[in-house]
């Protein structure tokens, strides 16, 4: 036989669509050509296969060798084409049985001596794999990740021979076994002390999905604080899990199949480009805001990053995915992060603090606070400014605040009533479903009303304090939005405008 087909799979984004290996052998002058929009890596892929072949003891056919990677206007990249190229090659010049390769999907880089070498981006293909209701064969290093994907039936092998004995059928590969793994909650809210109001909030964005912005002076505890909101989160789905794990996986940062089911914590340093936030690249991969998917992104010192950068965060906030365009392709990364942002309140930090140690000018104050536009600021649901705290509270021997898993339980219960509700968590309602959901007593709806004109806030804010309003009422088991709840809720965008004014 002269012609074998090898099936595998490309890294699109966060898909892996199905790529036939179709080997062709034919007489004339020896030589190898690939073809089916091959990059670099790829058409090098032809030595390493040669010496990997020869290696394992098999025999390189002096003849024509074709490659086709189809489809041919999939562009092709990496070394994960590897293994199944070079079981084309034995398979067509007949040293191993084609039939076998029917049932498998096979990824993997050849070293010179046949070693099997891991590649990125296994997961999203052992759960296509699993769809197609085919077979695969990985690298040992690659197992542990193929096998987060229960549906499939994956091996893992260490060499070239290995494979080939497998499918010869005089060796059997072990089956890929997932490490154990547990949900890791992270640092417990019990270690903040006071701040209550900010424990509060931290609550409530929990609850709702909602975003923070705290704002205050160095060593106030902003950090702390932001660290404990993934322990406050329900435990991830297996799905949602997956999501954040496939997203990992073609990162080229690798994936930890112990920690899959944690909830990702990303915080990028604020000298982070644009493209590091959101992704790209020549061929594009994930940025922050996608690793930070099912999870918490935190924006430290929110001023400081380039306005380029934050602006590209607008359309994700609203709508949950990311889509890089490039002119040989397209590829959208989901991204529905919560995000949480802090901030000084000034250049110096102590604006406001009751030393009265700030020296800033006014106009200092506000220059530095317009580093932030006003539509990214209309998207942060909570805008929470965080004290410094006397000394008296931050003693060793202060009472403990609560534990992350009695507010847990709390955001439990209310996340439920959300999704009974409207299928959805408050803060991801359109605006019909916050009109359903959200409707205001004619006297708190004349407050609301109220308060949107004193503080000169848009239609965009005033829908999400209705959401904010909701998720209190949530949080308090309550039916109907009443009046302290939107209080509260509105209380949490009085610094969303007038911190300018206030400077000036």
Known sequence: MTLALVHTRARTGVRAPSVNAEVFLAGGVPRMSIVGLPEAAVRESKDRVRAAIQCAQYEFPARVITVNLAPADLPKDGGRFDLPIALGILAASGQIPLEALRDFEFLGELGLTGELRPVDGVLPAA??????????????????????????????????????????????LPRAIAPPCGYDHGPDLRDVRGQTRARRALEIAAAGGHHLLLVGPPGCGKTLLASRLPGLLPDASEAEALEAAAIASISGRGLDPTRWLTR????????ASAVALVGGGAEPRPGEISLAHQGVLFLDELPEWDRKALEVLREPLESGVVTISRAA????????????????????????DPSGRCRCHPDAILRYRSKISGPLLERIDLHLEVPRLPPAELRPDAPPGESSDAVRERVVQARARQQQRAGCINARLDQ??????CRLAPEDQAMLENAIDLLQLSARSMHRI???????????????????????????????????????
Not at 264 to 271: A, D, G, L, Q, V
């Open 127 to 172: 759960l296509a794999a699993a769809a197609q209701g085919r077979k695969l064969i990985v690298p040992a290093g690659n197992g542990a990740e193929a096998a987060l994907a229960a549906e499939v039936e994956a091996f893992t092998a260490r060499t070239l021979l290995e494979v080939c004995g497998h499918l010869s059928g005089y060796k059997t």
């Open 264 to 271: 990702p914590f990303r915080s990028p340093h604020h000298t």
């Open 329 to 352: 392709r397209q590829s959208e990364f989901p991204a529905r992060f919560q995000l949480v942002a802090a901030m000084n309140p000034c250049p110096c930090g102590w604006a406001g």
């Open 432 to 437: 019909s479903q916050t009109n359903a959901v």
């Open 466 to 504: 209705l959401r904010v309003a909701r998720t209190i009422a949530d949080l308090a088991g309550s039916t109907d939005i009443l009046g302290p709840h939107v209080a509260e809720a509105i209380g949490y965008r009085r610094g969303e405008r007038p911190a300018a004014h206030r400077a000036a």
